[in-house]
């Protein structure tokens, strides 16, 4: 099996990665693990983590308001865009905004609220030397310049683990970025087909020529599984990721 996954990825065009890990027994499953790929919104992930420790650490609280003015709502995914007037949103709504509906908005200003700068050197804290916050979302203008943040699937498993295991700041917080990740709406990537089965934590990415999708499954053995797709052929990559996703479901004890 894992042999034939590495070839069927290989030969997708694009610029396309993979990271698996059974966390019972610990077997690995990594194509291009390492390397950088445009993350999408799948940057949101770690953003949350930051939000989440900052709180933990009582350097924000997360009822704390900020107003979301005409000026920063974006075109794409989310809720915030669709209000008439400008209202001040908590922390907390920003963070599940941000997660399960994908909101550029939301996640805009909560990269204002701490900063580019901070955001990298926590990314840092956290481990992580591939995954980088360059631009906010919707930046065209650094865009154009090749400005883009980066993640990889290796990073974003290992975040996911720390959650998993509970060893992210501590178990009250890794358990409510789990539940925040449990909320996600948008569902056709990986748990396509596993479908309610069993709980998936997970956050997808999106934009042209890019589908990505990182999820911590639930299955009998859970397991980790990482999918970032650049410059990819996206509906073909979709179905890679959902088949690839549910064969490894039920190689992890997961029942049809």
Avoid at 34 to 45: D, N, R, W, Y
Avoid at 81 to 97: G, H, I, Y
Avoid at 113 to 135: C, Y
Avoid at 153 to 171: K, N, S
């Amino acid at each position: 099996m894992k042999q034939r996954i590495l070839k069927q990825i290989a030969s997708m065009p694009g610029h396309n990665g993979m990271y698996f890990k059974n966390l019972i027994t610990g077997e690995t499953i990594e194509y291009r693990s390492g390397e950088s790929f445009c993350p999408a919104s799948v940057i949101k992930l770690p953003i949350l983590m930051h939000v989440c420790r900052s709180a933990r650490e009582c350097r924000v609280r997360m009822d704390e308001t900020i107003r979301c003015r005409h000026a920063d709502k974006l075109g794409g995914c989310g809720a915030l865009r669709a209000f008439t007037d400008e209202p001040e949103v908590s922390v907390a709504t920003l963070c599940e905004l941000m997660i399960t509906l994908s909101d550029n908005s939301a996640t805009n200003l909560l990269i204002r609220r701490f900063g580019l700068d901070a955001l990298n050197e926590a990314f840092r804290e956290m481990g992580l030397s591939v995954t980088k916050l360059n631009r906010v979302l919707f930046d065209s203008e650094a865009a154009s310049r090749g400005i883009e943040n980066e993640i990889s699937p290796a990073e974003m498993g290992f975040l996911l683990e720390q959650v998993y295991r509970r060893e992210f700041v501590d178990e009250t917080t890794s358990t409510y970025i789990e539940d925040v990740l449990l909320k996600q709406q948008i569902n056709h990537k990986i748990p396509g087909i596993i479908g309610n089965a069993v709980p998936i934590a997970h956050k997808t990415g999106e934009d042209e020529g890019i589908t990505n999708d990182v999820a911590l499954v639930y299955a009998p053995q859970p397991f980790l599984l990482c999918f970032v797709g650049n410059e990819t052929d996206v509906p073909a990559f979709e179905t890679f990721m959902r088949n690839t996703a549910y064969e490894l479901f039920l190689s992890c004890g997961g029942r049809s």
